[in-house]
C-alpha cells in the first residue's frame, strides 16, 4: 500500500526491557512526526525529522527516548528501559513538505504496553 | 505555545440527525487547523483543514468546519449523520514556523443512536 505503516502493531514488554518500533513512512516524504496517545487522550508529539535531521525532540518525555531517522526515510522510536507510564500507542505520521505546514498522514500506530 | 479545547468528551446523536463539534483554539498567529477521525484501532484520517481564505470549510464524508477568529473557534459539522460516523474526533492546531507539530485536543466520542 502507499499509506505510513508502522511495525509491530502490538507490543508487550516486562518493565525495564528495551523497544523498538519502525515507522515506514509514504515514499517521498521529507517529514516525519511520532506522537504518543495515552488511553482517552489525544495524540502528544515527541520528535520530527526533516530528511534525516532530527530538528524537534522536545516532546520526548525522558532521556529513555531516543529516536532516528538515519537514510531519511525509515524511522525507528527506541525506548530503553522502559516503564508502566510508557503503556500508550506510537503514532508515526509523515508529510510530504519540509518547508511548509502541510496534511499529515498517519499510520496505524504501535500499541505498546509495559506490564 | 498553541494549545486546543474540546468541551465535549463524549457525545450521542440519533442517526440522521445533524452533529456538532466543538473545537477552541489558542495561538497567537495565524492558526492551521485540522479535524482528523479515528475509528477504533485504526490511525488518524483527515477530514478537512484550514489554512487561509474562505472560512468555510468543506472535508470528506460530508463533514463541514467554519473558522471564527473572533472565538477561536473551529467547529465541525455534518447535517445528517450515518451509523459509520462513529468514532474518536480531533481538532488540531499547527503552526507554520519551526517544526510543523500538530497540537491535538482531547478528543470527542461520537455515539450514534440507530
Known amino acids: 500500500g502507499a499509506g505510513v505503516s508502522q511495525s509491530p502493531r502490538y507490543k508487550v514488554a516486562k518493565r525495564g526491557q528495551d523497544v523498538a518500533l519502525r515507522c515506514d513512512p509514504i515514499?517521498?516524504?521529507?517529514?516525519l512526526f511520532w506522537y504518543q496517545q495515552a488511553l482517552g487522550q489525544g495524540p502528544e508529539f515527541l520528535t520530527y525529522f526533516q530528511n534525516e535531521a532530527q530538528l524537534d525532540k522536545s516532546g520526548l518525555p525522558s532521556d529513555r527516548f531516543f529516536a532516528e531517522r538515519p537514510e531519511g526515510s525509515v524511522s525507528t522510536l527506541k525506548i530503553q528501559r522502559t516503564q508502566q507510564e510508557d503503556s500508550a500507542v506510537y503514532l508515526c505520521?509523515?508529510?510530504?513538505?519540509?518547508?511548509?505546514?502541510?496534511?499529515?498522514?498517519f499510520g496505524p500506530g504501535t500499541r505498546l504496553t509495559v506490564l | 505555545a498553541q494549545s486546543v479545547t474540546q468541551p465535549d468528551i463524549h457525545i450521542t446523536v440519533s442517526e440522521g440527525a445533524s452533529l456538532e463539534l466543538r473545537c477552541n483554539y489558542s495561538?497567537?498567529?495565524?492558526?492551521?487547523l485540522f479535524w482528523y477521525v479515528q475509528s477504533p484501532g485504526q490511525g488518524l484520517q483527515l477530514l478537512l483543514k484550514y489554512f487561509s481564505g474562505d472560512t468555510l470549510v468543506q472535508g470528506i464524508k460530508g463533514f463541514e468546519a467554519e473558522f471564527k477568529r473572533s472565538q477561536s473557534s473551529f467547529n465541525l459539522r455534518k447535517p445528517s449523520v450515518h451509523w459509520s460516523d462513529a468514532a474518536e474526533y480531533f481538532c488540531?492546531?499547527?503552526?507554520?514556523?519551526?517544526?510543523?507539530?500538530?497540537?491535538f485536543g482531547q478528543g470527542t466520542r461520537l455515539t450514534i443512536n440507530p
Open positions: 515514499s517521498g516524504h521529507v517529514s
Open positions: 488540531a492546531v499547527g503552526a507554520d514556523q519551526g517544526a510543523q507539530k500538530l497540537v
Open positions: 505520521a509523515s508529510s510530504l513538505s519540509g518547508s511548509r505546514i502541510s496534511e499529515q498522514f
Open positions: 495561538y497567537g498567529a495565524t492558526p492551521y
